[in-house]
Structure formats: C-alpha cells, structure tokens
C-alpha cells in the first residue's frame, strides 16, 4: 500500500507563512520522489516543487521560488513545504505526490486528498 497524507493547511493572512506536511507510508521516501501540487476551480493543476528523497535536493516552479521552500525527514517518512508571504493568489488545494525521480519522465503515481490553503485578510 502507498499512501500520501497532506496536513497542515488552513486560513492564513496575507504575508503570514504555513507549513504543509506529507506523510507517506508504503514505500521508503529515500527512494523516491515527492511533489507539491495546487489547484485552483477553473485553472490547470500547478506544480510547485519535487524533493528527491535520496538527497533532500528540491527544484521549484518560477512561482514559487524564493517563497516556497520543501524539506524532508526520512526518518519520519515526511514532506514538508514551507510557504511565506503568501497572497491570495496562493489559496488553492494543496496536494502531495509521489514519483520515482523528480524528472519530467516519471509521472507522478500516488496522489495524496489534498489541504485547503485559504489566504484571507
């Protein structure tokens, strides 16, 4: 069983900062791949950032860099993504996935349900 659970998402002000967690289970992140999706009703799914468990090395979309930041704990088969400044153009669902390398080659497999992320004033 491979599994991605997404948490950490909520209601925050603009400029204010969260973090997401993925926890994976079914699979050694060490191994593999994760990353971050959003999507909001009416656009295109969006990528954000793929961390290669191997190493902990992320790449990032334009859109996010310098903002977003992704970090993982092997030990504790866990994803985070770290989000500052954010705006209202950040509220969308966020969601976690996995893939066997961060390379446009490898599709992303396993799919987490996804956290709300709110930016309101």
């Known amino acids: 069983e491979v599994q991605l659970v997404e948490s950490g998402g909520g209601a925050v002000q603009p400029g204010g900062s969260l973090r997401l967690s993925c926890v994976v289970s079914?699979?050694?992140?060490?191994?593999?791949?994760v990353g971050w999706f959003r999507r909001v009703p009416g656009k295109d799914l969006e990528g954000l950032s793929c961390?290669?468990?191997?190493?902990?090395?992320?790449v990032y979309a334009d859109a996010v860099v310098g903002r977003f930041i992704s970090t993982s704990d092997n030990a504790l088969q866990t994803v985070y993504l770290q989000m500052n400044n954010l705006g209202p153009e950040d509220t969308a669902m966020y969601y976690c996935?996995?893939?066997?390398?961060?390379?446009?080659?490898?599709?992303?497999?396993?799919w987490g349900r996804g956290t709300q992320v709110v930016v309101v004033s």
């Open positions: 996935a996995l893939a066997k390398l961060c390379d446009s080659a490898y599709s992303y497999d396993t």
């Open positions: 079914g699979f050694r992140l060490a191994e593999f791949a």
């Open positions: 961390l290669q468990g191997s190493t902990g090395y992320s």
